[in-house]
Structure formats: structure tokens, C-alpha cells
């Protein structure tokens, strides 16, 4: 998947494994994009995260969980198969 909007700077992720059900403004200058890993395969997925100095994994009611470390303007989001994963992205 893809997303850019506006003044969005990308975010990316493989297609075949998840589809975005939400992005939305978020605190800090920053969004919410929540992930649904449609493939059923337990690895994590990998997030391409351009013009964000952080990404924080977070619970289904954004409540912040673990702050992920950024590797090459990529994060790597842990999920379950066919569940759901929030990250809180900062620019």
C-alpha cells in the first residue's frame, strides 16, 4: 500500500500482506495509521515511514506501547495474522 496526501509525506508497506483501515491526524504534528494484516502470516511488516523522526507502536485505543526504532526511514511493526496494528508516526 500507499499513502501520500497533501502535505503527508509517504508511507508504504506490502500490499499483499495488509491494507490501511486508518489514517487520521494524531498528536505532535503527527497521524495515526492503523494496519490490517489481511495475508495470516505472523511476521512483521515492514513500514516505510519518509518525514517522521518517530514511530510509536500503540494499542487499539492509541494508547502509546513501545516506541520502534527507525532503520533507514523503515520501521518494523510487529502484527498479528489477520490482526490489527496501530502506529503513532512524528515528524
Do not use: M
Not at 499513502?3 to 504534528?29: F, H, M, Q, Y
Not at 510509536?56 to 520502534?68: F, K, Q, S
Not at 518494523?76 to 490489527?84: A, C, E, K
Request: glycine share 8%; proline share 8%.
Amino acid at each position: 500500500g500507499h499513502l501520500t496526501s497533501g502535505n503527508l509525506p509517504g508511507i508504504e508497506w506490502d500490499s499483499d500482506r495488509a491494507v490501511s483501515v486508518c489514517l487520521k491526524p494524531g498528536d505532535e504534528n503527527g497521524v495515526i495509521l492503523r494496519l490490517w494484516e489481511t495475508a495470516g502470516r505472523p511476521e512483521p511488516i515492514r513500514v516505510a515511514v519518509k518525514g517522521y523522526r518517530q514511530a510509536i507502536e500503540t494499542d487499539l485505543l492509541e494508547r502509546d506501547r513501545a516506541v520502534l526504532p527507525l532503520r533507514d526511514r523503515r520501521v518494523t511493526l510487529p502484527i498479528r495474522p489477520s490482526g490489527f496494528a496501530t502506529l503513532r508516526l512524528l515528524r
